[in-house]
């Protein structure tokens, strides 16, 4: 069974940081594009950032110098570091593999984790 599962959300004051964490199981994801996208309350899930295999990055224009995004194929595991987090960064962040096209295209992604909650305080 394919697993994405997001660790490392939580409550933090405005100009912290916060270390998010998905760990996949079920097969080998070195070949595909870890993406992190987030949803924040009446809103749309929209893109945040995405790694590919060979390690190009992308960002969403609201989060470039303060996200960075990292993987460890080893490890199956992608990260998303985030600093100087803002109270608009308050949003679920899911995790999610695929081999899209275009990066920041929510509908393909063939894999998705649950979500973690990150709630940022002014």
């Known amino acids: 069974q394919v697993q994405l599962v997001e660790s490392g959300g939580g409550l933090v004051q405005a100009g912290g940081s916060l270390r998010l964490s998905c760990a996949a199981s079920g097969r080998t994801f070195s070949g595909d594009v870890m993406a992190w996208f987030r949803q924040g309350p009446g809103k749309e899930r929209v893109f945040v950032a995405g790694?590919?295999?060979?390690?190009?990055?992308y960002y969403a224009d609201s989060v470039k110098g303060r996200f960075t995004t990292s993987r460890d194929n080893a490890a199956n595991t992608v990260y998303l570091q985030m600093n100087s987090l803002k109270p608009e960064d308050t949003a679920v962040y899911y995790c999610?593999?695929?081999?899209?096209?275009?990066?920041?295209?929510?509908?393909?992604?063939?894999?998705w984790g649950q979500g973690t909650q990150v709630t940022v305080s002014s």
């Open positions: 790694i590919h295999w060979n390690g190009n990055t």
């Open positions: 999610a593999a695929g081999k899209p096209i275009v990066v920041a295209n929510t509908a393909r992604y063939d894999y």
